[in-house]
């Protein structure tokens, strides 16, 4: 029979076919099928590109039998799922990371080298998706590893991008922007739902009236409506079955307004509220911590988790009559405020869609929802004018009204006649121009609040959420960062990961504590020289990536000094600049010093309209420029700026690392999880008593790490005694002659006016204490370089400095999330033959 038969009925997928098998052969035949029916390519007219799509699908082909079989589990009656709701996610490249979790890295090698590629050179192919600021989004990204990792069913809730976070280009010195067209190619870890898209409403005006049955209800009417579309990508687990879902939603015009708008004649109006309505999901805003009171990215965070938590409930409906018990299934947690309208947001579905009492709605709200906070700096605490909520989000302004009405009166009776404590715990700042508290509202509207580092949850409690703290302890938990092995230590560092693995087995890579059996070989010389040898390795690789991509050439010997972050005042690039030129004096003064050589890595972004980030980068070039070319330093220095510091490149730098820069001003970071990455991949760290550097300090002992600077108390006391960097300054001859260099133009060809804004706010302000730490750094960086002169003592303390990070792994910190916060348990996936077509 020729005649084509429709679907009528479709036949079972056998998963073990040409399409699924893994034998090198079937891999071949895949590899260069998928080039030839998807890419629509021969070889011999193939870009790297078309390898790169075809080796991808190749390699999705193989992980879809666990993603459908994970899907049709966790729809299942009685399995709790988390959904963690982020605006970001920083993901970086997926192949990689996909064919080590699915366990099939080198057989993938063999057939793609045997069909004569190289396979590092595609996945470098890979544009990576950089859904993410920073920390915060790279967090979200290492969590839902985790949670695969761990089989713990959960799907990751976020905002389809059209342009991630810009790229960063150098040009004389300065940071330019340049578009993230990272869609440009296509994304073939994607698959487009169409079909459960949902409609997101916004602006207009709410009218309440009373129904035939008596009943009060409310009606939102409106003034545009937006389709969300959800994008899914599978999140493959490490070596198990669980494939879990990341599901990204993009906006798009709803149909009916092309059909409205046709029909009187506007055909050009139609397409303009097409692009507005497509507007809210084209691009990331670039600002870490530091609020962007946009209009538009009220409407991002408010689209993306009205999406979600519609997609929340349709599911639920699909198994239950009701949604008397959605806290039961779902345990939902907030990244930060920036998804923290979902509480409003879950109150309007319930009361006014689904009809349900306030007493009830409120009940399962304050059930599901769980809070993170990120960040203790003021300027990044969200607040939204009530004025413009109210334009945006009419209906949550009334919804947050009353559930502030409701929450006050609590507080009424728990601190009777006590205005001052109503108008610091009210959702409404009433000072100056009414504003919505976002975290406040988070609080409120959460069971459980938690920090990201010991010393960061300590100080919410007792500054940024006192009075929260106060009233509701038991809320209050402290869940320190982790991030995964898999992809910081087995994908960036494979000849750490090896080495590792003859030594104490493979079991390290699940449960990252085995690296304590390291110890025991800490003092081993054969032990030591093999990881010398690896680090040695690791700097060669980097040093070429140096050359390529800067033109600086730096000394694999030398000691890798590096800083990769986001630029910040309080992260304080700007004091390590100033040690820069404080042995650069040295070697001025006396050129044949004995000193440790040392090359300086810097990488990261500046916010776009933060000034003051961008004068950092360019006072790093500027140094970096006398530094590089002074015959005098005879490449001693070597001061390099990494351009467009992403999840990419910063695979190569961790590993590369001899010492990590963690020198924030205390009590300023919330935690930091680059400084995990380093002390995993063996760096040392310099850091202050900030964020999880704590932490890292007690695992990996005091012995072993490079403790400098001010205590969080101690900060706040000099400030409280009228701190004074000016007379720091003119106390301190090092520092004040490296500050009058950059102020008489030594290292901007002359130009006094250049730096001035950045000097001037250190000389008279110095909000972050650089000044106050700076002679404490620099001691601590001469027993720094000291000690790096020591290879087997410094050695030792870099074996022992991994052996001791297993805490630090994000696998602990999801274990501690499920159990202390989710209530959620492993629902390990079967592998079934056949993936029923009809279920
Ligand atoms: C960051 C914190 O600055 C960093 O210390 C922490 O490790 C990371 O979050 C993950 O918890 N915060 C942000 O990136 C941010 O935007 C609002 O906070």
């Known amino acids: 029979n020729e005649e084509p038969q429709g679907f009528v009925c479709v036949p079972e997928i056998r998963v073990e076919d040409d399409r699924t098998g893994l034998d090198i052969e079937t891999l071949k035949r895949a590899f260069a099928d998928n080039l030839f029916y998807i890419q629509g390519k021969l070889g011999s007219m193939a870009t790297p590109n078309d390898y790169y799509m075809a080796l991808a699908y190749t390699v999705r082909d193989r992980l879809l039998q666990r993603w459908l079989n994970s899907a049709q589990t966790y729809l299942r009656g009685d399995v709790k799922v988390v959904c963690y709701l982020s605006a970001e996610f920083l993901l970086g490249p997926h192949l990689g990371n996909n064919l080590i979790n699915l366990g099939i890295y080198d057989r993938i090698e063999q057939a793609i080298t045997e069909s004569g590629l190289d396979l590092q050179e595609l996945i470098a192919q890979e544009e990576e998706p950089g859904l993410g600021n920073g920390g915060l989004g790279r967090l979200a990204a290492c969590y839902i590893d985790s949670l695969a990792s761990l089989e713990i069913p959960a799907i990751g809730y976020g905002i389809r991008y059209e342009f991630g976070i810009f790229d960063q280009e150098i040009q004389d010195g300065w940071q330019v922007e340049i578009t993230d067209k990272w869609l440009r190619y296509g994304n073939p870890w994607e698959i487009a739902r169409p079909e459960i898209a949902v409609e997101v409403k916004l602006g207009g005006y709410v009218d309440h009236y009373v129904d035939d049955a008596g009943n009060y209800r409310t009606h939102w009417i409106p003034d545009r409506e937006v389709h969300g579309v959800p994008y899914d990508t599978p999140i493959l687990g490490y070596r198990v079955n669980t494939a879990n879902t990341l599901r990204l939603w993009k906006a798009e015009a709803p149909e009916s307004f092309d059909f409205q708008a046709f029909n009187v004649g506007d055909y050009y109006g139609a397409v303009d509220a097409k692009i507005s309505s497509e507007n809210i999901t084209k691009v990331l805003y670039p600002n870490d911590e530091q609020v962007q009171g946009k209009r538009l990215r009220l409407e991002q965070q408010y689209f993306f988790v009205s999406c979600s938590l519609q997609d929340m409930i349709r599911l639920y409906l699909l198994e239950n009559p009701n949604l008397d018990n959605f806290h039961e299934t779902f345990a939902v947690q907030l990244n930060d405020t920036h998804p923290s309208i979902g509480v409003p947001e879950l109150m309007r579905l319930l009361v006014d869609e689904h009809h349900m009492a306030w007493e009830q709605a409120w009940q399962i709200t304050t059930h599901t929802f769980a809070y993170t906070n990120h960040t203790l700096l003021p300027e990044a605490l969200e607040k939204w004018s009530v004025q413009l909520f ?450």
């Not at 006192?466 to 320190?480: G, I, M, R």
């Not at 070989?521 to 030591?528: L, T, V």
Request: hydrophobic fraction near 35%; glycine fraction near 6%.
């Open 390 to 839: 109210g334009r945006v989000l009419p209906r949550h302004l009334e919804i947050i009204y009353e559930i502030n009405r409701r929450f006050l009166d609590m507080v009424r009776i728990r601190y009777p006649d006590n205005d001052a404590k109503l108008a610091s715990l009210s959702l409404i700042d009433e000072l100056g121009k009414k504003s919505v508290r976002m975290a406040h509202l988070a609080c409120v509207g959460s069971y459980a609040i938690n920090g990201v580092a010991q010393l960061h949850t300590e100080l919410l409690k007792k500054d940024v959420l006192h009075d929260f703290y106060a009233l509701w302890p038991e809320k209050f938990s402290n869940k320190t960062n982790g991030v995964t092995p898999r992809r910081w230590v087995v994908q960036n560092n494979p000849g750490l990961s090896k080495l590792i693995s003859r030594k104490i087995g493979d079991r390290w890579i699940t449960h990252l504590d085995e690296l304590r059996k390291l110890e025991q070989f800490a003092d081993d010389p054969q032990f030591q020289a093999q990881w010398q040898q690896v680090k040695q390795n690791c700097k060669h690789q980097l040093t070429k990536q140096i050359k390529e991509r800067t033109g600086v050439v730096v000394d694999p010997t030398s000691m890798f000094d590096i800083q990769v972050k986001r630029i910040h005042e309080y992260k304080r690039q700007h004091l390590n600049a100033l040690h820069i030129i404080t042995l650069y004096n040295r070697l001025k003064e006396n050129p044949d010093l004995d000193l440790q050589p040392r090359t300086f890595i810097f990488g990261g972004k500046a916010a776009p309209g933060y000034f003051m980030a961008k004068l950092m980068i360019k006072l790093i070039t500027s140094v970096g420029e006398v530094v590089n070319n002074d015959p005098d330093v005879r490449d001693r220095l070597k001061v390099v700026f990494l351009p467009d510091y992403n999840v990419t490149n910063s695979q190569r730098v961790y590993p590369a690392a001899d010492l990590s820069e963690q020198i924030s001003t205390a009590g300023k970071e919330a935690s930091g999880t680059g400084n995990m990455k380093f002390s995993l991949n063996g760096a040392l760290t310099i850091g202050t008593l900030d964020g999880a550097n704590v932490e890292i300090r007690e695992e990996v002992g005091a012995e072993n790490f490079f403790l400098f600077g001010l205590t969080t108390p101690e900060v706040k006391e000099q400030k409280a005694n009228g701190y004074n960097s000016w007379d720091v300054y003119n106390a301190n001859p090092g520092l004040k002659k490296a500050i009058d260099m950059i102020s008489c133009g030594f290292f901007s060809h002359g130009d006094q006016q250049l730096f001035k804004p950045l000097l001037d706010s250190l000389l008279y302000d110095d909000k972050y204490m650089l000044f106050a730490d700076y002679q404490d750094y620099i001691d601590c960086q001469d027993r720094v370089g000291d000690a790096f002169k020591h290879k087997d003592a410094w050695t030792k303390m870099s074996i022992l400095n991994t052996a001791r990070s297993g805490k630090f792994s994000s696998d602990r910190a999801i274990r501690e999330y499920c159990q202390e916060i989710w209530q959620v348990e492993p629902v390990p996936i079967e592998l079934q033959e056949y993936v029923q077509a009809n279920a």
